[in-house]
């Protein structure tokens, strides 16, 4: 099989993020009665090798995943036939592990699962991974709604951001699409773009023109995540960098943690686990 080659060291930053997590998790409600599922949107082959790197082939989400004990149920979603074909080979070494692989789009997928679980004996973590702007704000609501799920997502700032074109009339109708998709509203127009104070001296209309930077546009999707989740941790930017460090160079993507649940209790012991997981990582790595 050809190898899946993606990713740098964000990649490693990310999964050390998540492994590290699902630990904590399942610990944290052993014996408590519910069924805990991990649930993997973009979860390619189960293994990959970093583009820049040493060549070495390294564990993905989901195998990563699976050396986590406590997990009653798996869904692995992906896109690409070779890839589902690795998962179910993956599954089929272990069918005790209780894996599902569904081939298609994560979004119909995720909101198929959503919508069929019956939540109130169940508990799961979900990782959003995508590869670029997949994600639609639609698939984040019906996420939230369960009120049962906890959530990494790893934000796309640097696809939100190309997108974004510094002169309005530059953005055409299928960037206006992908971003009201993934943004869920139209309302990033008027929060991100501007007209100029003064028109040219052939008395031309005013450019209309983005004044929002990175910063302004990662703090724009918190506030908007934090309308859907009524916990939202993050994010942890993670930036292209240079020889291994995450704390140089243009942002790429912003690694939040979400909780769907609404419990006081629940929330507490999340943001507890995740804010000292994200809080080792920036220390070690030098992340802002």
Same mark, same amino acid.
């Given at each position: 099989?050809?190898?899946?080659? %993606?990713?740098?060291?964000?990649?490693? $930053?990310?999964?050390?993020?998540?492994?590290?997590?699902?630990?904590?998790?399942? +610990?944290?409600?052993?014996?408590?009665?519910?069924?805990?599922?991990?649930?993997?949107?973009?979860?390619?082959?189960?293994?990959?090798?970093?583009?820049?790197?040493?060549?070495?082939?390294?564990?993905?989400? #989901?195998?990563?995943?699976?050396?986590?004990?406590? %997990?009653?149920?798996?869904?692995?979603?992906?896109?690409?036939?070779?890839?589902?074909? #690795?998962?179910?080979?993956? $599954?089929?070494?272990?069918?005790?592990?209780?894996?599902?692989?569904?081939?298609?789009? $994560?979004?119909?997928?995720?909101?198929?699962?959503?919508?069929?679980?019956?939540?109130?004996?169940?508990?799961?973590?979900?990782?959003?991974?995508?590869?670029?702007?997949?994600?639609?704000?639609?698939?984040?609501?019906?996420?939230?709604?369960?009120?049962?799920?906890?959530?990494?997502?790893?934000?796309?700032?640097?696809?939100? +951001?190309?997108?974004?074109?510094?002169?309005?009339?530059?953005?055409?109708?299928?960037?206006?699409?992908?971003?009201?998709?993934?943004?869920?509203?139209?309302?990033?127009?008027?929060?991100?773009?501007?007209?100029?104070?003064?028109?040219?001296? %052939?008395? $031309? =209309?005013?450019?209309?023109?983005?004044? =929002?930077?990175?910063?302004?546009?990662?703090?724009?999707? +918190?506030?908007?995540?934090?309308?859907?989740? &009524?916990?939202?941790? !993050? &994010?942890?930017?993670?930036?292209?960098?240079?020889?291994?460090?995450?704390?140089?160079?243009? &942002?790429?993507? !912003?690694?939040? %943690?979400?909780?769907?649940?609404?419990?006081?209790? =629940?929330?507490?012991?999340?943001?507890?686990?995740?804010?000292?997981?994200?809080?080792?990582?920036?220390?070690? =790595?030098?992340?802002?």
């Amino acid at each position: 099989m050809t190898q899946h080659r %993606f990713g740098g060291h964000w990649t490693e $930053a990310k999964l050390s993020v998540l492994g590290h997590y699902l630990g904590a998790f399942s +610990t944290a409600l052993k014996g408590k009665g519910f069924q805990l599922r991990y649930i993997d949107a973009f979860a390619g082959s189960g293994k990959f090798v970093p583009i820049r790197g040493d060549g070495r082939e390294r564990l993905g989400s #989901a195998q990563i995943a699976l050396t986590v004990s406590g %997990f009653h149920r798996y869904h692995f979603i992906e896109m690409k036939p070779r890839r589902c074909k #690795a998962l179910r080979q993956l $599954a089929e070494m272990q069918p005790h592990k209780g894996i599902e692989v569904h081939e298609g789009d $994560a979004n119909q997928h995720l909101a198929e699962i959503c919508r069929s679980t019956g939540w109130r004996g169940t508990r799961a973590v979900l990782f959003l991974d995508p590869y670029g702007m997949q994600v639609e704000w639609q698939t984040l609501e019906a996420v939230a709604s369960t009120g049962a799920i906890d959530v990494w997502y790893l934000f796309p700032l640097s696809g939100v +951001t190309r997108q974004l074109a510094l002169n309005q009339d530059k953005l055409d109708d299928d960037k206006r699409r992908s971003l009201d998709r993934v943004l869920g509203t139209r309302t990033w127009r008027e929060a991100f773009y501007a007209e100029e104070p003064t028109g040219d001296l %052939f008395g $031309a =209309a005013p450019a209309v023109e983005r004044h =929002a930077d990175s910063l302004a546009i990662e703090t724009w999707v +918190t506030a908007r995540l934090r309308t859907l989740f &009524p916990l939202v941790e !993050g &994010p942890l930017v993670l930036r292209l960098g240079r020889h291994g460090k995450l704390d140089s160079g243009p &942002p790429l993507f !912003g690694l939040y %943690f979400l909780a769907a649940n609404k419990s006081p209790a =629940a929330q507490r012991a999340a943001r507890s686990i995740a804010t000292d997981i994200m809080g080792r990582l920036k220390k070690q =790595a030098g992340i802002r």
